[in-house]
């Protein structure tokens, strides 16, 4: 009879691992794709100039790597580090917030909107 509930235990414990495993890998593939930040953007002064970047920036993203491209072809790397925040490198520089609508608020006073 011990040895009939030692098994019965042993089985338990084994669905309760493979069932355990399973709603973590479920979890991992349930968390959201990144935003989609690609595109062309207008630069708003608010209130600084668009220095660097000129009036139409450009991001390509693969993944929650983003390359930014200003109006003279220069790049500055950047990175997604949450869903709603970017940290950017130089020569740009600057912490972004991304808004529902896509825009971007950047640390250095500069708005960006998506086209």
Not at 32 to 51: H, I, K, S, T
Not at 62 to 89: F, H
């Amino acid at each position: 009879m011990l040895e009939t509930v030692n098994t019965t235990a042993k089985a338990l414990l084994a669905v309760a691992a493979v069932l355990g495993a399973a709603a973590l890998v479920t979890a991992r593939q349930a968390q959201a794709a990144p935003p989609d930040l690609g595109g062309n953007y207008r630069c708003q002064p608010n209130p600084l100039p668009c220095l660097w970047v000129g009036q139409t920036p450009s991001i390509t993203q693969t993944g929650t790597g983003l390359v930014i491209k200003n109006d003279k072809g220069e790049v500055a790397a950047a990175k997604l580090t949450s869903d709603i925040t970017i940290s950017a490198g130089g020569p740009l520089n600057s912490y972004g917030v991304i808004r529902s609508d896509h825009a971007i608020d950047w640390s250095n006073g500069n708005t960006w909107r998506k086209q």
